[in-house]
């Protein structure tokens, strides 16, 4: 099915299952224990042994000698691998580094071997007995003292330099003026379930049982990296605990299991300790931000200026930091650029809103900086930028844009008026108390997404692809979707996931999982209608699908009669044309947040927060509520505690584990309300659907940092906010 005109009048729009606030069809069996994760498929891999991988001890060298002896002798152990009899390795179109490396070192931590043994304790003692000796070389892991050796990336790498109109000129002319400088850290997704893996082979076929969010793409790295066909790779991954992107991209686990299992003839277990998460695995990498504005003495932008710099290893890409900039604000005169420089640090790439998430963490200070310097509120000064075209080409415009009523809307539900606009000056008893906000702005994203749907003979229906779920609610909103296109209950539908067998679904990230993967089951679902109506003798444009019947032309049958004539199967894409590059696709909301600042030790605490969301149908509010409470954790842990702390002598992540990599936990957040504007977008999809996942976590950061500089009047822009950041310039009264 082509999607290449915005979706008229259809069936989801009875709203009967799909928009209601369903619990998800999953939670029995992830809180009984009975979903299986990767490294938990017991039942299919009854005699699975374990593997444990040795990760390199320097950041950039080479290894010149592996000294194995002491470890093969050891109890249990059945094989060794290594680069020197892994055979030919290919590197996967997603990995920056090899997942296997030795003779040469690319990052720290960097997977050398995998001892496998009949269990985990033996095959880990094992581990330890291999020496190693290595010839380190001198590394760069200080993005600040690389930002001047920093280049543009190239054209496949990152996103190009922008400019409209003559943003120097107008900056330069410009009555009103701002320039900042602001920098985030590097971060880990810090997900509850490890990486991990279990790989078995039945002569020449592989079948990877892996925590994975892109189901297709995995299958293409691992063929491309050992050099087989894909057909005779599967990977499944029907429960994922957590990815936030993190696992886009198969990692050295599920290589490592493949080898191993080879070697030893046997299925192997793999997952990585919570250190090799951190150094192994990818990670958010560090940004340095420069944003200018210029603009009239009433606050209308004349000239938007946004320059970052982050950095990864050679062949890496950037953090997109200024992507939300090229279309959040209107202004004539603009331009963003984009530098990276090279780093012997582990691999950057993609983190929960790549790219909008550090950069609205600046942008959004730098807004509410400016709002104060001209003695305009804040939200005031945003909505007086506001724009319903791409500033960038205003002839194209947003297909949907309620920034405005986010913005107005969660004032007045937050009681902004009340707020005495001055900073330092609330305090209730020990506690300085402060309110923030920031824009929130996430595009919208689609992917081609394929499903396969079957009337049974039983009159259940059964939906298949290989769709992930990472925690988001996947099978349910799948499930809506085919009961409110069949006009059966939810409780009739069965949704497999996760599957390399099953039709080539969108994948779960970027935002773009559940509209997209939905949309698929929609096109699989019009053409099982038709075949339906067909059996039924029911012209196909005038069947009605409802309680459990087909209605139409005057006839009126059962599914469950239908389905008696023989199993019904439909198998459909959706894919999508030019309308994304006609209207601006975009989702939008407003975040504030209240703090509280201890005056005597700047400890602080979140005290409440609100985000007001738009992004077409909700497709199922429960679960979307829960992403968006979720997201906005994650923020929280961005502005006020997660930092990977660089070793800049030996090039590594030196909190490698959740003892030293603080994230929040419950005590640290409170109440959340989230609230979901009522909107469609027929340019979207034909559910009229658009992602929120990330959108929750989008401007959280600024808004934390804008209400602690108004509860203390101290402005920090190098996150994550810190007590030791504030002290010395607390307010004293």
Not at 415 to 427: L, M
Not at 491 to 519: C, E, I, K, M, Y
Request: glycine letters at 10%.
């Amino acid at each position: 099915m082509k999607f290449d005109t915005p979706a008229g009048t259809n069936p989801i729009d009875r709203m009967k299952v799909v928009g209601q606030p369903l619990d998800r069809i999953d939670g029995p069996r992830k809180t009984t224990g009975t979903a299986p994760y990767a490294y938990e498929h017991h039942q299919e891999v009854p005699d699975a042994v374990y593997g444990y991988v040795v990760g390199a001890g320097i950041a950039k060298g080479t290894i010149r000698s592996l000294e194995l002896a002491a470890a093969r002798q050891s109890p249990g152990v059945l094989g060794i691998v290594t680069a020197q009899n892994a055979g030919k390795l290919g590197k996967g179109k997603f990995n920056t580094a090899n997942l296997l490396g030795g003779p040469r070192i690319e990052h720290y931590h960097q997977a050398i071997a995998l001892v496998v043994a009949e269990t985990f304790e033996q095959a880990r003692a094992a581990a330890q007995r291999i020496k190693v000796d290595y010839q380190r070389e001198n590394g760069a892991y200080d993005l600040h003292a690389a930002k001047g050796s920093a280049t543009k990336p190239k054209a496949d790498q990152g996103p190009p330099d922008t400019a409209v109109g003559d943003f120097a000129g107008a900056f330069a002319a410009a009555p009103a003026k701002f320039d900042q400088t602001y920098t985030t850290p590097d971060q880990a997704h810090a997900m509850m379930e490890p990486h991990a893996s279990i790989a078995r082979w039945e002569g020449d076929a592989l079948t990877l049982w892996t925590s994975n969010q892109m189901i297709d793409w995995g299958v293409g790295d691992v063929a491309k990296t050992l050099g087989i066909p894909k057909e005779k790779v599967r990977l499944v991954s029907p429960y994922i605990g957590g990815g936030f992107g993190g696992k886009l991209f198969v990692r050295a686990d599920a290589l490592l299991a493949a080898l191993g299992a080879k070697q030893v003839g046997r299925p192997v277990k793999v997952m990585l300790t919570r250190p090799l998460m951190f150094n192994n695995t990818t990670h958010r990498p560090a940004t340095i931000q420069r944003i200018r504005f210029g603009a009239t003495p009433d606050g209308r932008f004349q000239a938007i200026g946004h320059e970052s710099w982050s950095g990864d290893l050679p062949g890496g890409g950037p953090e997109t930091a200024v992507n939300q900039t090229r279309l959040l604000y209107a202004g004539a005169d603009r331009m963003t650029a984009t530098r990276l420089a090279v780093l012997d640090l582990p691999e950057g790439n993609a983190m929960r809103a790549p790219g909008e998430a550090p950069g609205l963490m600046a942008l959004e200070i730098a807004v509410d900086e400016f709002a104060e310097q001209l003695g305009i509120d804040p939200i005031e000064l945003r909505i007086r930028n506001d724009t319903q075209v791409d500033p960038e080409h205003p002839a194209r415009p947003f297909s949907q844009r309620q920034l405005v009523r986010c913005l107005q809307d969660g004032a007045k539900r937050f009681g902004w008026d009340k707020r005495n606009p001055k900073p330092a000056s609330t305090r209730e008893g020990r506690w300085w108390i402060g309110q923030g906000v920031a824009a929130a702005f996430r595009n919208n994203l689609v992917m081609a997404s394929a499903a396969r749907v079957a009337l049974e003979a039983d009159g259940s229906v059964r939906v298949e692809t290989d769709m992930t779920d990472i925690g988001t609610g996947s099978y349910t909103i799948i499930a809506q979707t085919a009961a409110e296109m069949l006009g059966v209950p939810v409780s009739r539908v069965d949704v497999r996931l996760g599957d390399s067998r099953f039709p080539v679904s969108a994948g779960s990230g970027g935002q773009w999982g559940g509209n997209s993967s939905t949309a698929g089951v929609y096109a699989a679902c019009v053409k099982l209608r038709q075949l339906l109506a067909e059996r039924a003798g029911i012209a196909a444009d005038a069947a009605d699908f409802s309680d459990g019947r087909v209605h139409g032309g005057g006839r009126d049958v059962a599914l469950e009669a239908l389905a008696r004539q023989g199993r019904v199967v439909a198998e459909e894409r959706i894919e999508y044309g030019d309308l994304g590059e006609k209207f601006q696709q975009s989702t939008f909301g407003a975040h504030f947040v209240e703090v509280a600042v201890d005056a005597a030790t700047a400890e602080i605490r979140v005290r409440r927060m609100l985000a007001v969301c738009a992004a077409g149908r909700i497709l199922n509010p429960k679960s979307a509520r829960s992403q968006v409470i979720g997201a906005m954790t994650m923020g929280v842990g961005a502005a006020l505690m997660e930092e990977l702390v660089v070793d800049r002598r030996l090039g590594f992540f030196v909190n490698h584990d959740l003892a030293g990599y603080e994230v929040p936990v419950h005590a640290d957040i409170p109440h959340q309300e989230v609230v979901f504007l009522d909107e469609t977008d027929p340019v979207s999809s034909p559910m009229k659907a658009k992602g929120v996942g990330e959108l929750g976590i989008c401007g959280v950061g600024a808004a934390v940092a804008n209400a602690i500089h108004h509860a203390t009047g101290v402005r920090v822009r190098d996150y994550p906010i810190t007590l030791d950041k504030l002290l010395a310039n607390m307010p004293t009264a």
